[in-house]
Each structure stands twice: as C-alpha cells, then as structure tokens.
C-alpha cells in the first residue's frame, strides 16, 4: 500500500507481511479512506487465512476470527471495515477443504478490490451529471484513488467531470488536524491537472457567502438508514454553512457505506484519536501550543441528512426522503 503519512514529500510504498500489521497501518493511517481500509482488511485477512498453521478447518476458522477482531477493531467509524472482514468470513463458511478456501479468501479480496474500482467509476459517471462547466467545487478531506483502491468518490466524481472536457475549479479544505486535503487532494489534483486553491478550514464560509462555490462534495465513512452521514471532522460546519447560503451539498458512496442496521446518525460510532494529531503541529521547527496544552481530536462528524441535497452511490442518485430512497435504490437490481 502507499504509505499516506509521507506523501506529498514522499510516494513510499509499505509492504504488509501479516493481518497484524495490516491492521497497525489501518490504525495508524497509512492507508486510510473508508473503501481503502475495507478492501485493505479484506486481504489483511486473506492473509491470516494464508499463513494459519491450523491443522483442520474449525481450528483455521478460529485463527480467522481472532484477526478479524483485530482487524475490525482498528478503527470504529467507516463501516467498510467491518462490511468487508464479514464479506470475507462468510466465505470461510463454505463446504470446501482447506487449500481451496485459503484461495477462495484471495479470490474474493482481489473480487473486493476490483468491484471498488468498477463502484466508483458508476458514482462517477452518474455524479459528473451534478457538475457544470464553469463550476468551483468545494471538497473535504480525500476522497480520491488514495482513498480507495482506485479513482477515488467525491473526487472521482471531480475528476471525471474534468475528463469531460468541464473547466472546474476545487477549493480544497486543508482538513485539520491530519491535513488530508492539503497533503493529499491537493496531490492527486496535481496529477490530474485539476485548478485548485487551498483554503483553511474556517475560510469555507467565506467562500460560500460570497457565492465563490456552486457546489459541495465530500464523502462519507458510515451513512445511516435515514441520510445522516458521518465523515471527516469538518463536514458538518461545511454543510451547514453551504445550506444557509442555498449552495448544493453531495456526499458521494458506495453502497458498501451504507449501514441500514442504524436508524440515524446518533448511533454512528465517532472516532476520538489521540490529542497529538492536534497539538503536535511544529511551525519553524515549534511548536505551536504552550507545553502541557490539552485538545479533543474527534474524527468525524455527522451531518444530518436535512442539510445535503443528494447522497450520490453507485445505484443511482438518491434524494430525499432518504429513509425510503436510500433503502430502495439500494436494494434495487442494477
Ligand atoms: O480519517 P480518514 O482520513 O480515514 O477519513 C476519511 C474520510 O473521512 C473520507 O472522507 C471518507 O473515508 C470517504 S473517502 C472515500
């Protein structure tokens, strides 16, 4: 996997030998993004049941429970994560001698990654419909190839609108305290020969008052039965300042996003990472807290699902009422 913690100095690439440090490099976000964690646990546990020396299969089922746990347990909030170890688990499940259902696990991991990749050039075909030639589009966090196994949600959606000829323009949100829009949208942007403009945080309001932004877009970690999202720290603010101001907002999904088992986003489990992320900021080489400073570092936030204008998943465009559309585009047959 890329190592997300070095770029835009370094493009590293990490090597993940065992489930164990699969899930590490989940925690400690060098791979990150809800689709790139969900397929990155995936093949974390293709791998455990790779190398279990168990004897026979319920003693190799075991060893897959024990690092599904781990896996899972790496991080609570995107519910691909849990999605795709249960995806691999029910696998396990089948009639079938050891040797095969070792392969069958790498088969369906490699199913997971390529269907993320076909999942989200739909979202983007379908999503590219909602941008218009001329648009400045305002974006949180990353949401692009980097996090997913490629091409990437909300900016895949931007991307393919570039592709199509459209002269857009991203205001790119630097998305404290991690920096994920600064370090790593606005890299991927530069691959993909995308305008751009780095703003701070706060300064979106700015930019949705005066009308400088068309459109909002950003993507999800957990989207509960009735539209309420959860995402990125920051997105709540960003949408009640774009809804205020009757600018559009666009949270683009998979359906492997989308958790129906929850009524609302209340019951999304909200990620609190250590105050480090927060305080360790250095500028010049200092630091920019007095020495003993306390923060709160929650990870996510969550938007109801009365300020967005459409959940874009790869099934179809679904605007409100979320709590009958969501479900039923979801469930439809494509
Ligand atoms: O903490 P992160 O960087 O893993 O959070 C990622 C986000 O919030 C993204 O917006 C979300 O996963 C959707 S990206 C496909």
Known sequence: MIDQRALPARLEVVACQNASRVAEAIADMTVRGAPAIGVSAAFGLALAGLQSTAADVPAWRADLASAAETLISARPTAVNLAWAVHRILRVAEANLPLADLRERLLSEAQRMADEDVA???????????????GDTILHHCNTGALATVDWGTALGVIRMAHEQGKLIFVLVDETRPRLQGARLTA????????????????????????????????????VAANGDVANKIGTYMLALAAHT????????????????SLANGDQIPIEERDADEVLGIQIKGESVVPTGAKARNPAFDVTPHSLLTAIVTEKGIVYPPFIENLARTLRAEN
């Open 119 to 133: 999942t989200n050039r739909r979202m983007a075909e379908l999503g590219s419909a909602l941008i218009q030639d």
């Open 187 to 222: 890299w991927e942007l530069q691959q993909y020969g995308i305008p751009y403009a780095i703003i701070s945080d706060g300064a979106s309001g700015y930019f949705l008052r005066s009308g400088q932004a068309q459109k909002v877009f950003f993507g999800a970690d957990r």
């Open 245 to 260: 101001n009757d600018v559009p907002v666009y949270s683009v999904v998979p359906s492997t996003t989308v958790d129906l």
